[in-house]
């Protein structure tokens, strides 16, 4: 089919992410994709910054991950995890088990991270009605994200203007401040004056606290202190309120550490994961949690865990995830993210002074240039398109979340790419 042909079709009846039908943002169409490489149907090659979004850690095309998905689909691509075990399921599950404090060992694996997110918070909701106790609120951070989906809506930020259409048809809960400390500093007393309050007003019925650890991702892409982490689990064990943390996006080294809340000496009693875990090949995530919390969801009528995707451990998403996440525990992965965040912060800092720009802060495989005023998107990627990156601004929002298997000079060309883009931009 002609280009002009797939951009008329597209156009006509198909529907992308946060975008209009009536007046849709423009569309670039990929012909195939190669390490850290996207190639579009005219030939422009575009050196991926996004990981399309944020979960092709291992760029395209692996031949690791490729053989994987080929070993599988030989066996079978799917069957239903109701009734059936199979190898590739308990395969990942022991990648993870690797991986995991030895507390988080009960794996229910989703189909995609909101999914999991959804199934973390009916866990707690679950396990509270089983004790006979009414828990049904949630505490959260305000300027959290987690997910699209309608309790995942309800836990994320309610200002959030992805959300803001739902909000009076989404269940009330309650917020804390965002947390407004930087990585290396500590909450302020007055901060840690407020969290107590809530605890105290409404602990007793709250089910879970839950947050992004460390790195509050598509809510602002903003990097806190784990000393709230701290003080949360802290208020969360007085208080008996299970704390749930939402690593769909920071999990598997994207903030320099396996999981973010490594940063911390804090454990949860349900970790959300997805994103990173399939090296973008097919959707999967996961909800771990505590023994204890699978005893108590279990232990009383009627007896079981009331959720179940379709395509729950699908096996090409398990086999494919398997692997990637064996690969992911070698140590060349943490260099080449110390490598990235090294480049990106001696490359990028330099742009803190200019006048259109708020914030510099770079993080692991994280780079964010917050401007002051919010970027115009279609603008933005045009200009980033001519230096040869691939770059998806949101909000005031310009950064990078590449691929981990960028070698120097490639974070580099990144890095450059879009400096250029921000000069032609801001002029």
């Not at 291992?58 to 799917?78: E, I, K």
């Not at 007003?201 to 602002?220: L, M, N, S, W």
Request: proline share 6%.
């Amino acid at each position: 089919m002609p280009v002009k042909k797939i951009l008329q079709f597209d156009k006509t009846h198909l529907w992308h992410p946060y975008d209009s039908v009536i007046s849709p943002g423009t569309v670039y169409p990929v012909a195939r994709a190669k390490g850290p490489y996207i190639f579009l149907e005219d030939g422009t090659k575009l050196l991926d910054g996004m990981a399309s979004w944020w979960c092709a850690v291992h760029g395209y095309n692996h031949p690791r991950l490729n053989r994987a998905v080929r070993a599988q689909l030989t066996c079978m691509s799917h069957v239903m995890f109701g009734g059936f075990t199979h190898r590739p399921a308990v395969n990942l599950g022991s990648e993870l088990l690797r991986i995991l404090p030895p507390r988080l060992n009960r794996i229910f694996f989703c189909d995609s991270g909101s999914v999991a997110v959804e199934a973390a918070l009916k866990m707690a909701l679950q396990f509270f009605h089983n004790k006979k106790k009414e828990r049904n609120l949630f505490i959260s951070f305000k300027g959290g994200y987690h997910g699209d989906t309608f309790h995942a809506m309800s836990v994320s930020d309610p200002g959030n203007s992805m959300h803001s259409v739902w909000k009076k048809a989404l269940p009330r809960y309650i917020f804390a401040p965002r947390p407004s400390r930087r990585l290396t500093e500590e909450p302020s007393p007055g901060e840690l004056s407020i969290l107590k309050k809530l605890f105290r007003t409404y602990g007793a019925k709250t089910a879970a606290f839950i947050c992004e650890p460390v790195v509050q991702g598509a809510g602002g892409m903003r990097f806190y202190s784990p000393g709230y982490l701290s003080a949360v689990r802290e208020l969360c064990g007085k208080y008996g309120v299970l704390l749930i943390y939402d690593e769909i996006a920071s999990a598997f080294w994207r903030t320099g550490k396996m999981f973010a809340f490594e940063h911390t000496n804090t454990v949860p009693d349900i970790l959300c994961i997805g994103k990173a875990m399939s090296g973008g090949y097919v959707s999967i995530a996961a909800a771990i949690c505590t023994d204890s919390v699978a005893r108590g969801i279990c232990g009383t009528a009627p007896g079981l865990f009331m959720h179940g995707p379709t395509f729950m451990a699908n096996p090409l998403a398990c086999a494919v995830s398997a692997e990637s996440v064996k690969m992911l525990r070698s140590p060349a992965i943490l260099r080449s993210v110390k490598n990235i965040e090294h480049i990106c912060r001696k490359m990028l800092s330099p742009l803190q002074v200019w006048q259109e720009v708020h914030e510099v802060r770079v993080l692991g495989g994280i780079a964010v240039i917050e401007m002051k005023e919010k970027v115009d998107t279609v603008k933005f990627q045009k200009l980033c398109i001519r230096q040869g990156i691939w770059v998806r601004p949101f909000g005031k929002l310009v950064y990078l979340m590449p691929p981990y298997i960028l070698n120097s000079e490639e974070v580099r060309k990144l890095c450059r790419g879009l400096i250029t883009a921000c000069i032609q931009y801001v002029r």
